[in-house]
């Protein structure tokens, strides 16, 4: 059975610092790994897929990185932004069209 | 193109009630997955439907039911409510076989049971 694992739970760091967020899965034969942003009381947005035959992807100010072998994927955020504060999710894919397995989330606060 | 809507917002149900809650799928979607997110927890997997067929389900009781219609919208039905069943219900759509195969939230329903 996949779990997913996100340290830490919770992340404070002034504004301007870099964001470095982690996920562990414990099976590596997935299809993809998605990084998805959550405010309170909404809904999720997705910010990054990473296909399991891609290392990394990047948009803008964001980048995730993707070990299979190890069961691990990074999401770093450059320059943080008070307006990057959430909660941070990544879950994985095991097959095409498949179910999303989520971790707990690390929830983010950037201070001004 | 048109996201995904989730209605209602909000619910506040008692014990022992029955909810209903509805999905819209994003514009030429034709698979609906739900969620239920306790406080402070990751999403956790409901079921998903698939051109109005239940394609996959999570460790969810039978009094957790669900149905697609043509249009591909779909509804979450919980009977006999429970306390702990409060919680954000998520519908994603999603295409499978696109390139990048990736689901698209809706805002969620907060229920609440009391």
């Known amino acids: 059975k996949q779990e997913v694992t996100q340290i830490p739970a919770a992340l404070s760091v002034p504004e301007g610092e870099n964001l470095v967020l982690n996920c562990s899965f414990t099976d590596s034969a997935i299809y993809n790994l998605q990084w998805f942003r959550q405010d309170p009381g909404k809904g999720l947005t997705s910010l990054l897929l990473i296909q399991s035959s891609q290392r990394e992807q990047t948009s803008g100010r964001l980048n995730a990185s993707l070990d299979k072998s190890s069961g691990r994927s990074t999401l770093y955020i450059a320059a943080s932004q008070p307006g990057d504060s959430a909660t941070y999710l990544c879950a994985v894919r095991e097959a095409a069209g498949n179910k999303l397995t989520f971790g707990g989330g690390t929830r983010v606060l950037v201070k001004p | 193109e048109t996201g995904v809507t989730q209605s209602p917002t909000h619910l506040i149900k008692t014990r022992g009630q029955q909810v209903t809650l509805r999905c819209s799928s994003q514009s030429g979607h034709n698979t609906v997955s739900w969620y239920q997110q306790a406080l402070g927890q990751g999403p956790q997997f409901i079921f998903q439907?698939?051109?109005?067929?239940?394609?996959g389900r999570g460790n969810f009781p039978p009094r957790f039911s669900g149905l697609q219609f043509p249009n591909y919208s779909s509804e979450l039905n919980v009977n006999a409510l429970e306390l702990d069943d409060s919680a954000l219900y998520l519908c994603?759509?999603?295409?499978?076989?696109?390139?990048?195969?990736?689901?698209?939230f809706g805002p969620g329903t907060r229920l609440t049971v009391l």
């Open positions: 439907y698939y051109r109005e067929e239940e394609n």
């Open positions: 994603a759509s999603s295409f499978p076989g696109t390139n990048t195969d990736t689901q698209y």
